[in-house]
Nanobody, 115 residues
């Protein structure tokens, strides 16, 4: 069982920045894949970014060059640095991990970008 707790969401103006954090209840050095998804009202949940234990990353086209995913194994935390935010980035952002064959989700954190 893995518990994930996200933080760092909030209200920001377009062009601003936020950093989301996701703290895991287990040592993430053993977790190969960690990532962030987002879900806007009336839309399906979609991938934002993922990172492997080796540090390889992958991003949705819509956030490339603006968002950066990273992980700190010593703190059991994965981060999402979001820069140059746009109103269309407004969504609930969820942290997720694949651990021992199961996918776990955090409770989500709201990001609202005003124009």
């Amino acid at each position: 069982q893995v518990q994930l707790v996200e933080s760092g969401g909030g209200l920001v103006q377009a062009g601003g920045s936020l950093r989301l954090s996701c703290a895991a209840s287990v040592g993430i050095f053993s977790i190969n894949l960690m990532g962030w998804y987002c879900q806007a009202p009336g839309k399906q949940r979609e991938l934002v970014a993922v990172i492997t234990s080796g540090g390889s990353t992958n991003y949705a086209d819509s956030v490339k060059d603006r968002f950066t995913i990273s992980r700190d194994n010593a703190k059991n935390t994965v981060y999402l640095q979001m820069n140059s935010l746009k109103p269309e980035d407004t969504a609930v952002y969820y942290c997720t991990v694949i651990f021992r064959g199961r996918q776990y989700w955090g409770q989500g954190t709201q990001v609202t970008v005003s124009s």
